[in-house]
């Protein structure tokens, strides 16, 4: 099975492929309806994690679901879709980025013990 940043990943190449239109709302349908399925607990927090992001990379304290903020802040629904998949990638960058650290806090940590 795969991955669901690798699932986000083929739906942002091949759009067409699995949406009949541009539109966030059914990005979120697709990928609610795939974490249903799988089940994967991997997946599951991973977009926990993507909506913690969002409400802190635009300083939102409400309930709103990922989508409905993303859509907030954009023009059009066509504005909003493209801009989930930059957002997904700029939370894959951070979250490679904090991985990276946390290995080197422990290599630190193993070496002064």
């Not at 309930?63 to 990638?89: G, N, P, V």
């Amino acid at each position: 099975m795969e991955s669901i940043e690798s699932i986000i990943k083929t739906m942002n190449a091949r759009p067409g492929m699995f949406f009949p239109n541009y539109s966030i709302f059914c990005i979120k349908s697709f990928l609610d309806g795939y974490l249903f399925a799988t089940k994967n607990e991997s997946d599951l927090a991973s977009m926990y994690q993507f909506q913690v992001f969002i409400t802190k990379r635009f300083e939102q304290i409400s309930t709103l679901s990922w989508d409905k903020i993303i859509r907030l802040y954009c023009s059009s629904d066509y504005q909003a879709f493209h801009r989930f998949f930059e957002l997904f990638e700029q939370f894959l960058e951070q979250q490679s980025q904090e991985e990276v650290i946390d290995t080197a806090e422990k290599t630190y940590t193993q070496e002064t013990l």
